[in-house]
């Protein structure tokens, strides 16, 4: 684990000790969808129990964004419209979403947000489809957890909205320099790492999606477990990509989740093809 927290000063500082509460069977959907062996039906089956998000994703497959032949009207069909992969990001960012309300801070800016989670999401599990020393990390439960890692944002953006905007006009002035958690650390004694590290262990999330969460910038290589390095490398990614950088060949978690040059070359291409399409779904979900 990477980031310790101390719980009685975060929950007091977040709210008095009140923690966001997950729709209800969330931690179930979340377990179903990090299976990868579900097919269609079966995830179908699944969603069908939550009638928001089968709507949404319903919605989801007859939008623009879609761009359907002919008119979906069943879940399973949407399954099959929209793929597995992005069905279980969406499935899980709709679930999670709607334990907070950032929108009563004005610097937070959910596109960005969501597009940088969704990419992360699908760079985690190509990472893992790709790497021949991370089993037994599914890459289903990759992508949940690069979809999870900053969850601790949302909270923050929530409880604490002028200070997460004083930290995001910190940010602005520095000319992007400074990083969010260190403007966190400086105002809050605290950062997101340690916001997600306190929610995934107060929610009782499997021990893999809390290493997720809890990822900050320093880590020990060699004292990782496998969902720890596959998201951090792909929070790296997801970076580059926004600053138009390629895989960064040189980062030591290449060598040891057991990825080659041809398997960077093919995440750039890859991953710089879905990142507008994944900007444009998360534009379509969240704001």
Known sequence: MTSKVNPPPLLDRLGSGRLPVL?????????????????????????????????????????????????IASVEQACARLGLAVVRSTSLALAVAAAFDPSRCPEFDAERYWSDALLCAEAASRICSLGRRVDPLEPAAARAGGLLHNLGVLWIADRLPQEFGQAIQRIQASGRELLLQQALQDLLGFDQADAGALLALKWGLPSELEAAMSLSGEYDLHHQQPMERVVGLAIRLTHELREEQDCPQEDPRVELIGLDVTDCELLDQVLGTQAQRLRELARTLFV
Not at 26 to 55: C, H, M, W
């Open 23 to 71: 729709p209800s069977n969330t931690p179930y959907l979340l377990k179903v969808l990090s299976n990868d062996q579900l097919d269609f039906r079966e995830l179908a089956e699944v969603i069908e129990q939550f009638p928001t998000i089968a709507g949404r994703l319903i919605a989801l497959a007859n939008s623009a964004w879609s761009s359907p032949v002919e008119t």
